[in-house]
């Protein structure tokens, strides 16, 4: 079975041109999904259909579907992506990680590779980390001017207006953890010899600039969820919910985009296959 998704989504979207109210959002989410037997049955059921989706996406091959992965160090994107996106073969989703712009990316505008990276018509892109990042990191570690940065949040947006014209629907999700959760996820990397390889000292110095961060994200998601790319706020303390919830959502979106099969002008029956 599958959630009434539309009632989800509203709990978790930022209303565009409201004020987003992050403190007050949900890490947890229990109310919205009680019950982790039937959120993960639902995931199962909704990373196949998303699979089909994709497909008929793939045939129709006018439109895409971007998904936007934001939140703090430890929130779950790898997870997520590995979450949602099983059932889907490797020709149908790029993913694409952006880590620190490397010297060639710095010499173009803040935009050039993300633009360069948003999926082709009939491919679900999956962005780890995003251009979102020019106004997080950026902002709290002061990595461009201030007005530079505060003129973004229109660029932003102007951005993913031009991309929703011109075939590509954006979906966004902040995965919304806990600084207690981000404590426990972190002790976890120093506690387990299979983890220590994620451990970043890098992540402690920016888990320091907690209150910054949640400051630049609760500004992000005042300014830039719009009737075209809004923000949804996803609880991600318990992995299992957030998957379902990010799920759910998806497929929902790509049954709205409810891409056909292209049909042919010709009969299958006119040809013989000896
Ligand atoms: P992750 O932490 O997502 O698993 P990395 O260890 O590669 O992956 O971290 C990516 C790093 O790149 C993060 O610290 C992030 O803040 C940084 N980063 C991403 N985009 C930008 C950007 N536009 N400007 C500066 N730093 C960025």
């Known amino acids: 079975m599958t959630h009434d998704w539309k009632a989800i989504d509203e709990a978790v979207r930022v209303e565009p041109g409201k004020k987003s109210k992050l403190r007050a959002r949900e890490c947890v989410g229990a109310d919205l999904l009680p019950d982790r037997e039937v959120a993960e049955g639902a995931l199962k059921d909704c990373a196949k259909a998303i699979d089909v989706l994709q497909d008929r996406l793939w045939a129709e091959r006018s439109r895409a579907l971007l998904v936007v992965l934001q939140g703090i160090d430890t929130s779950g994107k790898d997870g997520t992506v590995r979450g949602v996106f099983n059932q889907c073969g490797p020709l149908g989703v790029s ?149 379902a919830i990010i799920a759910a959502i998806v497929h929902g979106t790509l049954e709205e985009m409810n891409p056909r099969y292209p049909v042919v002008e010709w009969k299958p029956t006119d040809y013989v296959v000896e």
């Open 95 to 243: 993913v694409t990680a952006f880590g620190k712009p490397t010297e060639e990316e710095l010499a173009h505008d803040y935009l050039w590779r993300v633009h360069a990276a948003v999926p082709k018509k009939g491919m679900i892109g999956v962005f780890n980390r995003s251009h979102y990042e020019d106004v997080l990191v950026a902002k709290v570690r002061g990595l461009a001017p201030k007005d530079a940065i505060e003129q973004r949040y229109d660029q932003i947006n102007a951005f993913e207006k031009h991309l929703s014209e011109n075939g590509v629907t954006v979906l966004k999700f902040m995965l919304h953890i806990s600084k207690e959760e981000q404590r426990q996820r972190l002790q976890e990397r120093l506690d387990k010899p299979e983890k220590n390889w994620k451990f970043n000292a890098g992540d402690l110095e920016d888990r320091k600039l907690w209150d910054e961060y949640q400051a630049a994200y609760e500004t992000l998601l005042d300014r830039c969820s719009t009737e075209h790319a809004p923000w949804r706020v996803i609880p991600a303390d318990k992995k299992w919910r957030r998957n």
